[in-house]
Each structure stands twice: as C-alpha cells, then as structure tokens.
C-alpha cells in the first residue's frame, strides 16, 4: 500500500510545483507534452555530440595534422578553426538552453531548427573553401550537409512543415555560399543548372521529413490512447509499481483532475481470481471515497475500467504538498499549526466512521495541506484503498489480507492493527493520527528502528519519549499531552473518536492561535508557487507504487 501513497503524493506535490511554461491544447498538438520534452533531451545530446566533434576537429586541424606533415599555416586553416570554434559555441549555447526548464519544451525545438540551419551554414563554408582552393565545381562524394539534415530530424523531431523549409534551407547553403563567392570574387553568375550538382542535398532534405511524419501518426495514437473516458490525460506526474498518475482535463468541462491509474498488470491479469480480487479492492476505495462528504476528504470524480483492462479513478488536483513531504522541506511546525492540521483530518476521519469505515493507513503521506480558493493550510485526506467497514466483511476484499499479511505503515501502525488483530475500530486511526501529529512536532517517527518487524514490536511494546525532548522546536504541554494519549498501547486509554479527540485539540490554549491570514503569509512566504497559483484556463480538448 506505499505504492499507493507515493502514487497519492504526486497529486498534490506535483500541484504545488512550478507550472510548466507550456501546455499541450486539444487543438491537434504535432506533438503531445511528453514527447515534447523528451525531443528537448535529445536536443541535450545531439548538441552535447556536436561539441566533442567540434573540439576534435579543432585540436586536429589546430596542432595534431600541422604537427604530422609540417603544413605551413594557410589562411583555410584559420578559416577552418574558426569555423570550428563557432561550432562549439553554437553546440554548447544550445545545451545550455535544452538544459533550462525556463524555457518552454516547443521554443526549445524551434530553436533547435535555427541550430541545424547554422551548422549546416559551417558546413557549407567548410565545402566552398574546399572547392575554391581545389578549383573544384562540384564536391566528390555527398556533402556532410547531407548527413546532418538526415541524422538530426531523426534525434531532434519536430512538425513536418518545419522539419522541411529547415531542411530545404540548409541544403540549400551549398549551392548559395558557392554562387556568392564567384559572384563577389570573380563576378560571375552560376548557371541554374548548377544546382544538378546539389541533387542530393534536396533528397536528403525530402527524406527528412519521414521521420516527423512518423513522430505525428504516433503522437495522434499516444492522444487517442490516453483517452479514459471523459478525460484527456495530460502530463504523468507520478508512478510506481502498481500504476501511475497523470495530469488529465475533462473534455467537455475542461475540469483539471488527477487521474490514478492501476495497471491491468497489477490487477493480476493472468490471475482471474487474484484480479478480481484487486479490482474489488480499488473499486472499494473510489466508492468508499466518493460516499464521504467530508470536505477535508479527498474528492472523486469518476472511476471505471479503460480499454486495455486498466483500473483508474479521476480525483480533484490539489495545490501543496503532503504532510511527509513538508516536514521534510520545511522542518517540524509550531504546535498551534500541528493542531489546527490534526483536526481537519479529524473531521475527515470521523465522517468515515460514522459512515462505518475505517482508513487503517492514516500517514503523514496520506495527508495533504493545501491551498483551497482562499483557504490556506487546508487538510485532504487521502487513499481509503485499505479501508474496512465495519458494517460488512469488505475486509476479505482487501488483496493484502487475501495475501496473509498485516496492512498499513509499520511506522504509523496502532499495536492491535501490527499484532494483526481483526476486530480494529476507529480508535486504531486515532493511534496513527496521534504518531502524524508526533511527526509534525518532530520530524521524527515515534520509534526508531533498523527494520519493519521490530518497528512493529516497538509499537506494541514500547513506551515513546515525549515529543518536547526529541522537537527542536518547542512543544506545548497541552499538546504533547494530547499526542501521547493518542499512542496509547490500550485503545481504551486513547480519545475514543475523532471529534473527541478534535474536541481535546481545540481546548488546547495556545499564545498565538494559527488562523487562514497566517496560513496566508507563510505559503507565500515559503511556497509562493502554491500562494499565487491561479486554475488552469479552460481549454477545448478535440491518480500507486
């Protein structure tokens, strides 16, 4: 089930991350975002080549040929490593810029054309110096302008139409560098019939447009494929070895959701009776999901099977980062945002328990804070895929039970949930809540341990150390005395619901209370690509480790 909850996490870190500076439309993109991005590394390594190239050409015309045959300097030796140094510097300008997540993955690639015309441009001054100083019309053999408008459009795809008036363009370099030299050195007019000699520059740049032509058909099927449903998947923003998560707009509403997707694979598609079991399993948590009505519970869309098999449920897309993630970018939190935190999802639990379900995986990767409109450090909580109800034996659905082991986190696990006991009530989320809130306090888990079996006895066993002597921050008493009642080993001994237990937070007094307008100032402070992030604009289209 951490496979799920790293799936889950990339709904929300992904939100609160940067925006792309580009975004594919349904207007009949010639490329779909990803295959964009991956053309963009390989304009990484088709410049990065260019530059050994060059160098080596240059260090062989520049010391290692003069030195082997005793060559006096001539004025196309000086040309040539010019040449070759504009080579290296042109390559490397645009590493660097395929390199900069500044700059948009389609302005890359249009820049890269402008790249292939220039060295062919060095090229072509390669082969008229060679002609002028052979007294050749004409080169023996195909000009290298030849291999380059062949190899890169095959490295570096980009829109056939493009691909071929660069293509055209450079090789027609040969023929025009040639014709303005005689021009302005001998005033002579080349025939028109002297393009024959350059044949086979305008085939190779027809043949380069192949490969584009290919990259389109394929990028139609990849958009046709990624079709489930109502939804158009966008851009993947997690996987793991169950599934994956994309990025995804309805197709009427142009609604952007997280699309969590299991792969027939996991399902046990060579197992009927396994795959049953595992599409019950998913089916259960986009149902158990959808029936709550909490605010602070993840939302769901929609959920069905797609063509190929696969499972997949459409959630809302959060902005912010899960409760694992924050503490360890931004450290443990004051003890007044730790409560206001712990009893939001509260909120969410309890409305699952009244409705007879127990979540059995409350982790601090299971539970979001976010932006919502105007509400700042708002809890959602995630992945019900382990939830049990209390009402009917759903439990027997759960593939990790049919596999004889005991479900959930061993870090977060209430000792009769790690003793395997099957009588759990919702006292045992109340547990897993109150080692959340020891982890928010400290960064830390509420025990230590080399391995997940003795991480479970020790939850069985062991007494915690109090949060204030492992915090760096300091921890209020009110508080900390809360937590520990909630890792009671005796479920009798802990809060015995969730809004009992919110009702003990919220008596908690604290110097400063944490309100939205100082949830305001520290996302903008501290996240301000979560603080000023605006939806997505509607745009027409044609969420497991």
């Known amino acids: ?32 975002a990803d295959l964009h991005r ?27 040929i003069p030195a082997a045959t005793n060559e006096a300097p001539h ?74 408008v062949v190899i890169y459009p095959m490295v570096v795809p980009n829109a056939p139409r493009k691909i071929l008036a660069a293509a055209l363009l450079a090789a027609s370099l040969d023929p025009l560098f040639l014709h303005v030299y005689r021009w302005r050195a001998e005033g002579v007019i080349l025939p028109a019939g002297h393009l024959l000699f350059w044949v086979d520059n305008y085939i190779c740049a027809l043949l380069a447009v192949i490969p584009a032509l290919i990259l389109r058909q394929m990028s139609r099927k990849v958009q046709r494929a990624r ?31 997280a ?10 598609a060579h197992d009927s009776r396994a795959a049953r079991a595992t599409l019950k399993r998913f089916e259960r948590e986009a149902q158990a999901t959808a029936l709550l009505q909490s605010p602070h519970t993840i939302e769901v869309f929609d959920f069905g099977l797609g063509r190929d098999g696969t499972f997949y449920y459409v959630m809302e897309l959060l902005q912010g980062f899960d409760l694992d993630t924050f503490i360890k970018r931004f450290g443990p939190l004051p003890s007044e945002r730790v409560a206001s935190l712990l009893m939001q999802a509260c909120h969410s639990l309890e409305d699952a328990h009244q409705s007879g379900l127990i979540h059995r995986d409350v982790k601090p990767a299971n539970i979001f804070t976010c932006r919502k409109g105007q ?12 939830v049990k109800s209390e009402r009917s034996d759903m439990e027997q659905a759960s593939l990790a039970t049919m596999q004889g082991i005991t479900t959930g986190t061993p870090g977060f696990m209430a000792p009769e949930q790690a003793r395997g006991d099957r009588d759990l009530d919702q006292r045992a989320d109340l547990y897993s809540l109150g080692c959340v809130g020891y982890w928010l306090l400290t960064g830390k888990l509420l025990f230590a341990a080399q391995n997940p079996v003795q991480m479970l006895l020790q939850h069985v066993q062991d007494v915690p150390i ?17 937590i520990l009642a909630c890792v009671e080993k005796s479920p009798a001994s802990r809060p015995q619901s969730a809004s009992e237990l919110a009702q003990q937070l919220a008596r908690c007094r604290f110097d400063s209370a944490w309100d939205n307008d100082r949830a305001r100032s520290w996302w903008r402070k501290h996240a301000p690509e979560v603080a000023s992030a605006t939806p997505a604009a509607p745009q027409p289209v044609g969420a497991v480790s």
């Open 227 to 257: 079709e489930l449903g109502s939804y158009q998947l966008e851009e993947r923003i997690g996987h793991g070895g169950m599934g994956e998560v994309w990025k995804a707009r309805h197709n009427m509403l142009a609604r952007p959701a």
């Open 375 to 386: 509400d700042y450090d708002f809890v959602k909580v995630l992945d019900f895929g382990l």
């Open 1 to 32: 089930m951490n496979d799920l909850a790293t799936i889950d996490s990339a709904i929300g870190s992904h939100a609160g991350s940067r925006p792309p500076l580009w975004q594919p439309t349904g207007s009949s993109p010639d490329l779909v």
């Open 75 to 148: 004025i196309k030796n000086q040309v040539a490593h010019v040449n070759c140094a504009l080579g290296f510097l042109f390559s490397l300008g645009i590493y660097l810029l395929a390199r900069s997540s500044r700059v948009a993955p389609q302005r890359q690639l249009d820049i890269g054309l402008v790249y292939m015309v220039a060295t062919a441009a060095l090229l072509a001054t390669f082969n008229v110096m060679h002609l002028v100083w052979s007294e050749q019309s004409r080169l023996d053999g195909v000009s290298w302008i030849c291999v380059w």
């Open 259 to 268: 699309v969590k997707i299991i792969r027939a694979t996991a399902l046990g």
């Open 466 to 482: 109090p949060p204030s002597q492992r915090s760096e921050v300091a921890v209020h008493a009110e508080l900390e005395k809360v």
């Open 38 to 64: 991956d053309a963009s590394r390989r304009l990484q390594v088709i410049s990065l080549v260019s530059m050994v190239v060059w160098a080596i050409y240059f260090v062989l015309g520049q010391w290692v």
